[in-house]
Nanobody
Framework: QVQLVESGGGLVQPGGSLRLSCAAS????????MAWYRQTPGKQRDMVAR???????NYADPVKGRFTISRDNAKNTMDLQMNSLEPEDTAVYYC???????????????WGQGTLVTVSE
């Protein structure tokens, strides 16, 4: 069974930094794209940043220049370094992975349980 577990959320003051981590475990053959999403109450879940196996990255406009996504393919982990945090960054952050369980099988999408980031005085 595949699990994605996020960590690193918490309370931080505006202008501060946090580093989120996501660890994928289970019977995984390969992970293609990994991504961070965030969601606030009553709103849809929006992509924050994504990264491919080869290291290509994309960022949502609100976080460009402030957030950096990275991954370790050997460890099946992904991080999100968040700098210059703003109150508008307050949300539950979710890890998502698109992966295969065997070399000839289809890709499946898995989500973590989410970690809360609160940016406030």
């Amino acid at each position: 069974q595949v699990q994605l577990v996020e960590s690193g959320g918490g309370l931080v003051q505006p202008g501060g930094s946090l580093r989120l981590s996501c660890a994928a475990s289970g019977n995984i053959f390969s992970i293609n794209v990994m991504a961070w999403y965030r969601q606030t109450p009553g709103k849809q879940r929006d992509m924050v940043a994504r990264i491919t196996t080869g290291g290509s990255t994309n960022y949502a406009d609100p976080v460009k220049g402030r957030f950096t996504i990275s991954r370790d393919n050997a460890k099946n982990t992904m991080d999100l370094q968040m700098n210059s945090l703003e109150p508008e960054d307050t949300a539950v952050y979710y890890c998502k992975a698109l992966l295969r369980l065997d070399p000839r099988g289809p890709q499946f999408q898995y989500w973590g349980q989410g970690t809360l980031v609160t940016v406030s005085e």
